[in-house]
């Protein structure tokens, strides 16, 4: 493990950089310190970048989202988002039999956008639905709304796809808000039936990797600010990995995050 002061650095040791989105690039409201500088110094270099993050909107969504912060849009080459893999296999076919989904959002038409052209339909009845989709949870105390529905859809065996598998987001105050993985977790501990799209788990980072094109798993590095999520899932398709402690472990010491055998390639403070 060793400590960097900036990515440009090691950025010619790798074909491709892969950006995690929150808690690295921004606070989910603005970009961290230095951040959109880092992205155009890679630019600059030549670096392929991309981004893979636990968003359960879709890729073009969050491409969007951070260009409104100030991003250099045409700096990704390729964006994956938890959302857009399950975007992807709603497409292929792969879940035909899921036709009317009862949602769960961070705001009202989040599930609509994400949708698009999908032949999927939502209603607001959970007896209704083929089975309920935990895109995003609005910044509240509790979510007792959201658990409330939960309790009920597992009451009735529904299966639960959760398309943003963090379990907490950093705010700009400082604050760490909960996020979809918690209840999806909650969910799954009382005997519920989840399937989680996104990181840590392979078939995101393969999505993204196929779109990255026929490269060397130890020429990508990937930089993110979860262990569980980043780090964890990086490391179990060979990529090399950044762990920024600035995000929902700030200040940590990263030696107390992880096990011995599985410490990050590099770290570095934001």
Known sequence: MQQIERITAVADRYDA????????????STPYPFAVQAI????????????????????????????SMGFPASAFGAVMTSGEALRLDVAQGKLRHL??????????GDAAAWAGDLPLSFTDDVAQ??????????????????????????????????SNPDRKAPRADGRLVESPGALAHEYADAGGDVHF?????????????????????????????????????AQTVGWDTLFINGGIHAGAAPDTLFAPDALPTYTMTT
């Open 40 to 67: 155009t110094n890679l630019q600059q270099l030549a670096c392929k970048m991309a981004e893979l993050s636990n968003s359960g909107t879709s890729g073009a969504q969050t491409l969007e989202r951070i260009a």
């Open 197 to 233: 799209y996104g990181k840590p788990h392979r078939p995101v980072f393969d999505a993204l990797w196929a779109r990255l094109g026929d490269m060397d798993p130890k020429r990508i590095l990937m930089v993110g600010d979860s262990p569980e999520h980043d780090i964890t899932g």
């Open 129 to 162: 639905a083929d089975a309920v989709l935990l895109m995003g949870l609005p910044d509240a105390d509790g979510h007792p709304a959201e658990r409330a529905v939960l309790e009920t859809a597992r009451a009735a065996g529904k299966l639960l796809i959760c």
């Open 99 to 108: 036709r009317r989904l009862f949602a769960i959002t961070a705001a009202p």
């Open 17 to 28: 950089i892969v950006f995690d989105q929150f808690g690295v690039l921004h606070n989910g």
